[in-house]
Nanobody, 112 residues
Framework: VQLMESGGGLVQPGGSLRLSCAASGINISRAAVGWYRQAPGKQRELVTQ??????NYADSVKGRFTFSRDNAKNTVNLQMNSLKSEDTGVYYC????????WGQGTQVTVSS
């Protein structure tokens, strides 16, 4: 199983980025999937996930981030709008199907 994130980068506050995570070796259509992030000096935290019980977002990103899953492409995406400096960190996609699988992470830096 491999998860490959892309789309990170440097953006000014108020800007947007779209992260993608392409999965191989696993069918994500029936798995729990989502994104975590880790800011410098902080623990990894859940950003958003979709599982059997529905979809949820961290309070800090509600209304700004949108998670989507493209089963045909076996890809998950994270559209991030109105970015803030506190959104800076490494973003990891994950898939949970019997066990947890993680991508290598993509850096998102929000700074002027």
């Amino acid at each position: 199983v491999q998860l490959m994130e892309s789309g990170g980068g440097l953006v000014q506050p108020g800007g947007s980025l779209r992260l993608s995570c392409a999965a191989s070796g696993i069918n994500i259509s029936r798995a729990a999937v989502g994104w975590y992030r880790q800011a410098p000096g902080k623990q990894r935290e859940l950003v958003t996930q979709i599982n059997l019980y529905g979809e949820n977002y961290a309070d800090s990103v509600k209304g700004r981030f949108t998670f989507s899953r493209d089963n045909a492409k076996n890809t998950v995406n994270l559209q991030m709008n109105s970015l803030k400096s506190e959104d800076t960190g490494v973003y990891y996609c994950f898939v949970q199907w019997g066990k947890d699988y993680w991508g290598q992470g993509t850096q998102v830096t929000v700074s002027s």
